[in-house]
């Protein structure tokens, strides 16, 4: 069974917000590159796993941190989204040049979840477990699991090449790292089932302030870790060694998100008084009336 | 961020492994009325919710609880794969009676998984994020919440119906009691904020030895519960009170599937030596040849 | 079976056609918020009902309504992607604020419908069956019809406020003011059959000039009302009296769109000369060359 | 806006309900092949159409007129599925041959939907709207729904050769019958629209005793019908007449289905006492009782 | 078995390369309307035909052409990408005017393909196997074939239309001579299976240069075509006479796509040095960085 | 561009039409660990590779072997669904033994497709372009082949498990050694890009008689292949040579189907005289005779 921390994985700090931006972050939430697929391809793969209980439990204790993934991105999608300061979100989403290549905003943050992440990708795609790849024995599983770190990784790089606000390259940088120890520990688990596989070091594009997280296993169960485990105790592929925070650290704050406009009718306890409203939408409204004849 | 616990929060036990029972029980994981669509319809709702802390907390504990529940699903489903005792399996799938009304396994537990769950529906339909509400305001997700609930009980007590397996019918027992729990937290929850709205009881389909669990709320989380909610100490639509278990108790065993017959393909280490292979494709080979001219 | 009656069921006006808004409209025709899903959940539900026949009736009468409100949202998606009158479609539409914050027209209106509704929501999902509950009992089934139309009610004010048009905002008033009543008819049908149940007034977001619409079953067949029905002759959750209209009243007119501009190639026959043309696709034509060296 | 009639536009009759053909139903309802994709094929061609209003009368009235279908099938479906006369169900359901080769029942018709039509395929794949060809230009929907009727009347023609049930096949000749004049009607618009089209007379698998019906359009509005059409008072590609019904006949009856089973938990209101019921699923039990040890 | 021509069918050149533009021909791609459609339904059916050979030759033979096609479409996609002229695109891009009408580029070219292609439409749904029709008999099949080339050719024309570039023009241009050549195959198919069948001329609207590719059969295997059939030697329906390609001409380029940008982490191989790079993405952050206060 | 050649590439034989085993081969078409996700997953990186050319050819040739693949599966699908030797297929059908544990057949081989392949999986799930990954850079995109190939070769040799038919096994082992090698020349190509990679021999299930494919490179395209590539003339990570065959050879036969039964209404031409009819169908009805009191 699980249970929930309050604080978040990682401290979410949105220092423009930009919902463009916040359209483009449900790719790494709802996508086939995204933490929904990752969570969901480890929890069916271990509540599957026959074999022995080391590889059951890592994937297990990944596929636990993953749902944190998906609170800290669904929290940060909830922030750009959010009006404060209103007078910055206006020129970012106002800035033809930003505005037109990014594509624009995601309607469906307003239309259906009302200011908040939805369960898609960044064109509103729902997510379907047709993502997944669950089928294989255990090295076609690990092998799968290499692959979807490897496109979650490059995703995680191009978000954060599409910011300057610090707090989404900051959190994008913890990402790609926490991306790069898992695609590492799924490589190592390869070679400790197969000694004469030797894997390359991963291609990390740099990891920002978090290269202490690229090398470490968390472990988010109550389970001893092994201790002869390669991705506890060994040789990363890079020469590192390979080092395990338990229990994984919970690095960030407990989520406030402000408010909702009145505009979002999300519930008189959950909407701000109208005059203090700063949302995408009552803006339109003034924007049409200015150019109604 | 989350937290996964060795024990399930429920003792799987299956008595009678049916393979075909096991194809029913996706629907309850992986289908509209599943564990799948409510454990992300009250995780989304809570991330994204910026009203009061208690509503989020009460969202994002439910979410945590029904994680767990794909977790219990899934051993059951798994256990019902297994081969033991082979000679009742036997007797269940070969029986025309039960499996032609029942329309045999589902392949891909086999070509896909290996012997494991899925996440589809009983008809290998993946789980989508179509399935989702998450869109309203907090009333409006709590009616959704409700109407989840609702279907989901429903579901359940017709998979009851189709076993005779007392580990079975145990288990949708308790899952039953906790809808039954859920569903009136939700119509509390509206009667909360809105004191002039009074729910009926839930009309319960008998929820066999867990009445205790019908009334109590999990706390998945620790965060302190509200002392002054009505689903923590108030009274339930059915006069009776609710009470809380904090933290949400781990009623079950540590699964432990029995090892993978040979013909799984899903590696040496997770394989069960051939001889005491008493899988179902194994047993489709002598069939095969006995019909051979 | 059925029959199509010429006039619509409410009056369509827009004044300022503006293809964005058409596009916002596409969620409440196809997502899963939308009339697509409320009209095939009550058409299923009452297609397989076998219990009362005055709960079948009211499912199909509801949902023959609903099919009325796909053709009055279709033509006011139709009539927003018209050209007329050209020079207002261009300050909205290329007014930065204004298109950057709504992300832009639907391509396919343009590609796959010639400047029509498509069956899709406003990212251009497709419909699917999946967003449908019909697996409950009676009572689940009603309670997942209320929570369709508490986030249907949701998505129709929020669509509201996204436009200054008081043709649109008087149309999706008229819609709140149906869901308002389709909500409580599915209470009350719930108090009917536990009238331990007791339904908070629904709060409503003003709905308008059609607040008498609010309290009126439309009998949409030809089949007698039942007299002693609380949705037809009893008292609301709010405690003003339900009335009962039969047969519904046609309240609109009877649609015609303009001629396709020839850039549409719908055909000789629907296509407007060329030099009257003022289509959205003409004008990037210009558009383009301007910004040709 | 629309209406709905009391009476079916065919008289549904089921000799020997048959759970296993009420799954191959499905197909002509959800499937690709079926009457939800034709429906809202013409619906969402007929809502757009700008051309000459009789073309946007015709697509709208047939529309309706596949509403009606739907309701034919899913009655079918649901009296498929009832337990009376329960003796020759089980003959039917047991008999190897027969259970074999059609692969079973649908299971969702229990868990999901207590025995009545989902909105999905025989496979249980739910209907989407990516099924629908609604891009063309006038001519190119035409020869869309010339193909889909086409596929349809094929589909229908099969479903009949897998039955033996007097009244399923006279439905399915009926239908085929409609399908028939479907198909013609659309190929008649296209001559219409160039008369240089001359299109073969359909190849016709024996349409039963619905002859009269193949040659006929039915007018499910209250609009004149064009008076100089083609498919209204033309001749057919075979040389027959085509005429025309206004308004479009009831053919059927009022749809009574059996309460449902206890075993449904439908609610009791539509539930037959326990001691009567006949279900699919209570004879499950008994079977796995008797091959308990 | 299938072999691979590097020259292209067509010589694909674009002059202003233009994301947004490449977004839009996804819809030709990966849309119901588009290549991966129709190439898939031409494959199955011709697999699967067990008439004459001749039907399953052309059947395969226009398959085999048309994975050519989505080749020259993901070909053109891919160049409207890149940067050069980067002055250019910018001017595109940034144009309020035509940005706003065409609702941006397609994110996913960047975040998930970088800079390539996706299998999916215009707006990001990914591709799906509904949209085929397979179904019907081989008369029914043919009748699909010539709605899907009807719609297929109907957006090639729209998408021309809204380009000025001259080779997207073209590339359109010889597009639409290929479907109408296609669409007037399978018109002579039905009506060499049924001489009483006599299409009208196709409507065709100007394609450009190519009217000789409007009537020329193109041999994709090296199966002689039959001399006595109507599309390889006879009469079209607008009274041309119908030639044969045999083989099919390359008369496209070996595509050679340009090194992606460093901002793509494409890998090192496929990127281009830094200092070159004139990618989407580099310029939005400089714009970020300007209305950075 | 492309060019079918009319030969297999490989011999298909079936020497027990099986339906059942038919719809289990649909895995390996239309499922995630099937033939149109590799074929496609390879055309659309191969198509947007901007790399080396030597990538780009090996992907685009390797996806060109694919599509072979899908026509050898789609052959043998349609070759299970026939009906001779119809003896044979009456036993294996109805023998309770094997069609329970298989669940049957696939209702849409013969009411949508009329005895052949479909684009789906095993239970009838339409194939989406959401089971691709090409969105990584190019060594993502190899890592995720190589998880493609490992999940593909798993699934064949379960198939392979589930029939004695000497003819399917046969290819399921020719299949097998296909997969390993295009698994080796992707662990090759990360290799060659990253020379501290090694992998390990992959782990082969018994390839039957087919060892010698399981090393060599298949060149589908008549660019030279490039010499000093690993997967070209280097060594295998068991220590064996790689060679390369080209062109790649055409090992198998010119299909040749039945003619289908007249129950198929695939038309006149395509259907054997009646008397001398053994379809699946035909037999169903005799069945239902016999129980009809």
């Known amino acids: 069974m699980f249970f929930h921390h309050k604080e978040l994985a990682y401290t979410v700090r949105v220092d423009k917000p930009n919902p463009v931006f916040g359209r483009m972050l449900q790719q790494a939430i709802g996508g086939p590159e995204g933490e929904m697929r990752v969570m969901n391809q480890y929890l069916f793969q271990g509540l599957g796993a ?24 669904a929290t940060a999608v909830a922030m750009n989204l959010e009006g404060a300061p209103s007078a910055m979100v206006d020129d970012v989403v106002t800035n033809p040049l930003v505005s037109a290549r990014m594509s624009g905003i995601e309607p469906r943050h307003y239309l259906t979840s009302g200011y908040a ?7 509103g795609v729902p997510f379907t477990a047709a993502y997944l790849d ?18 979650g990784r490059t995703l995680a790089a191009r978000l954060r090449e599409m910011t300057d606000d610090p707090g989404m390259k900051d959190m994008l940088s913890f990402l790609i790292a ?13 070679e400790e ?6 894997a390359a070091p991963v291609e990390v594009e740099d990891e920002g302030d978090y290269e ?6 968390f472990a ?8 002869d485990a390669i991705w506890t105790n060994g040789t990363a592929p890079d020469g590192k060694p390979f ?3 338990q229990p994984a650290p919970a690095l960030g704050q407990m989520p406030e998100l402000q408010p909702a406009p009145m505009d979002s009718f999300n519930g008189p306890e959950s909407t701000a008084p109208a005059e203090s409203s700063g949302g995408v939408v009552g803006k339109v409204k003034d924007a049409v009336d200015q150019i109604t004849p």
């Open 243 to 245: 080092t395990t925070a």
């Open 50 to 73: 026959r074999g022995p209980k080391r590889y059951r439990d890592m994937l297990l204790s990944t596929a636990t941190e993953e749902i944190g993934h998906i609170e800290v991105l």
């Open 193 to 198: 089932l197969n000694p004469q596989h030797k």
């Open 134 to 151: 669950i089928g294989g024995n255990m090295v076609a599983n690990l092998h799968a699991n290499v692959a979807a770190e490897a496109v």
């Open 117 to 123: 992440a939805t369960p898609a990708d960044a064109n």
């Open 178 to 190: 926490r991306d790069t120890m898992h695609q590492m520990q799924w490589l190592a688990a390869i």
């Open 212 to 217: 202490q997280y690229a090398h470490q296993f």
């Open 220 to 227: 988010h169960h109550d389970e001893p870790v092994p201790e």
